[in-house]
């Protein structure tokens, strides 16, 4: 039998992105939560100047202390996932040495805005994390994260009766702007939307392993602003893509 030699030697490395406050580390406690019992994780979290993500996952006793790991990036949290990825590269790898093998790292961007997505040289597969607390329309606006992402997951579903959101709407318009591509509604107190977002890891890995699934780039950020301290001295730029080598 001929040995396959494109399955990958390493975790797969998923990327979870999203504006502040839409849920991604509560995404990533349910994560961990429902799958720890049959995969090894790991987990990595940026925050620009904190570690207030990763200790928020410890507290809440999903998967061990030690196999989360905060990244520090003292800079735009987009900074990190996508221009220079090396300081989650390391993280990722010293993970693995650590507790190795692993089956999924899972790599929290530190919350951005509509334009962030990670770099293929970090990740394998990324989700976007929008929520219905941040409005019915947003998901119209799009981006690269809405529109390319390999999964756009539209959070906090159970809150919508109570901010006047049409969560069906909100979904459909989804795969709309993502021309079919997978969209899961998801609330953490309703297990079938678990279950979906479970499935599409599960199958996400599978082929993975297999060496069937290829990362794809969302696409370059597009131009963007950052005020310096008191709204002055900041500047309009776009970020290149990073070097696409990563480590096996």
């Known amino acids: 039998m001929r040995e396959n030699t494109t399955a990958p030697t390493r975790a797969m490395r998923l ?17 961990c939560q ?3 019992g049959e995969l090894r994780l790991g987990v990595i979290t940026n925050d620009i100047y904190t570690d207030e993500d990763a200790r928020f996952l410890k507290s809440a006793g999903v998967l061990d202390p030690e196999r989360i790991r905060p990244v520090e990036t003292g800079a735009c949290p987009h900074t990190a996932i996508r221009d220079d990825v090396t300081a989650n590269l ?9 507790f190795g093998p692993l089956d999924l790292v899972i790599i929290e961007s530190g919350g951005d805005n509509l334009t962030a997505t990670f770099s293929p040289a970090l990740v394998d597969a990324q989700l976007f994390v929008l929520d219905v607390a941040g409005g019915g329309d947003v998901v119209r606006k799009g981006g690269p994260g809405i529109a390319r992402a390999d999964l756009l997951v539209i959070n906090k ?12 709407r909100m979904a459909r318009e989804g795969r709309e702007a993502r021309r079919g591509s997978p969209v899961v509604a998801l609330s953490r107190h309703d297990a079938a939307s678990i279950g979906m977002l479970t499935g599409w890891v599960r199958d996400t890995l599978a082929h993975y392993r297999t060496g069937e699934h290829t990362p794809v780039d969302p696409g370059p950020m597009a131009p963007h602003f950052h005020a310096g301290q008191g709204g002055e001295g900041g500047h309009q730029h776009t970020h290149a893509p990073a070097n696409p080598r990563r480590s096996a």
């Open 15 to 31: 990327g979870v992105a999203g504006p502040v406050g839409t849920g991604k580390s509560s995404l990533i406690a349910t994560l």
């Open 34 to 36: 429902a799958l720890s």
């Open 90 to 98: 390391l993280a990722a790898e010293d993970l693995e040495a650590d």
């Open 157 to 168: 579903t159970d809150l919508g009766q109570y901010v006047g959101v049409d969560v069906e």
